[in-house]
């Protein structure tokens, strides 16, 4: 499960405002910056097509990376980050900011992954109706553990079952949800619901 951060280069400015900014993205860079983890606070130049190629394909928003940091009159230095925002284009959907953050490889950080039902439920088969509760699911993890998502069996679900936080086995993450949360529920039924009450009605008329 744990996997390696993947490096991007990208270049400490001096130069900011719009205008910078401007030009950075007319020669296919894009402006960011790093900061946090006790470290100084860097306005970044970076190559677009760089930061694609080194975003995980899987895992996107949720890469770790190894940053080389190049600044004029300083040597090369490496930081583990990770991409906490972002300013993404409304028209062409491509990426105009980023902000990095300085994250610990031994400590947690705090994300969201998306979830993947799989599986057929007992109760759909015999006619129930299926309902999901989550697409995404908050978790803790160090950041060469963050999962790519978090795959849900709903096979053993029957009518009338909710499958909860607390009910699903997770390995070198936590969820970061409360553990009662529903995930999926499976409604039974009418037609059986409606038997069902009729032989409650009856029971209790023999009594």
């Known amino acids: 499960m744990s996997h390696e951060a993947r490096a991007l280069t990208v270049h400490v400015r001096s130069s900011h405002g719009k205008g910078a900014a401007r030009t950075l993205r007319r020669n296919g860079k894009i402006p960011g910056i790093l900061y946090g983890g006790g470290g100084e606070r860097h306005s970044l130049s970076l190559d677009l097509l760089d930061l694609?190629?080194?975003?995980?394909?899987?895992?996107?928003?949720?890469?770790?990376?190894?940053?080389?940091?190049?600044?004029?009159?300083?040597?090369?230095?490496?930081?583990?980050?990770?991409?906490?925002?972002?300013?993404?284009?409304?028209?062409?959907?491509?990426?105009?900011?980023?902000?990095?953050?300085?994250?610990d490889p031994a400590k947690e950080v705090d994300t969201k992954v998306p979830v993947e039902y799989v599986g057929r439920p007992i109760g759909v088969q015999a006619g129930g109706k299926l309902k999901?509760?989550?697409?995404?699911?908050?978790?803790?993890?160090?950041?060469?553990?963050?999962?790519?998502?978090?795959?849900?069996?709903?096979?053993?679900?029957?009518?009338?079952?909710?499958?909860?936080?607390?009910?699903?086995?997770?390995?070198?993450?936590?969820?970061?949800?409360?553990?009662?949360?529903?995930?999926?529920f499976v409604e039974a039924p009418k037609a059986?619901?409606?038997?069902?009450?009729?032989d409650g009605k009856k029971k209790k008329g023999k009594k």
């Not at 394909?57 to 925002?85: H, I, Y």
């Not at 059986?192 to 009729?198: F, Y």
């Open 52 to 103: 694609e190629r080194a975003i995980d394909p899987e895992r996107r928003w949720n890469t770790w990376f190894a940053v080389t940091l190049k600044e004029e009159g300083k040597a090369d230095r490496t930081e583990s980050c990770m991409v906490v925002d972002r300013q993404i284009d409304p028209i062409q959907q491509s990426v105009m900011h980023v902000d990095l953050l300085r994250v």
């Open 192 to 198: 059986k619901a409606e038997v069902k009450a009729d």
């Open 132 to 184: 999901t509760h989550r697409r995404y699911v908050a978790i803790a993890a160090i950041p060469g553990n963050i999962p790519v998502k978090l795959v849900v069996d709903i096979s053993n679900l029957d009518g009338n079952q909710t499958l909860r936080m607390q009910d699903i086995a997770i390995e070198g993450y936590r969820l970061r949800e409360k553990p009662t949360a529903p995930l999926a």
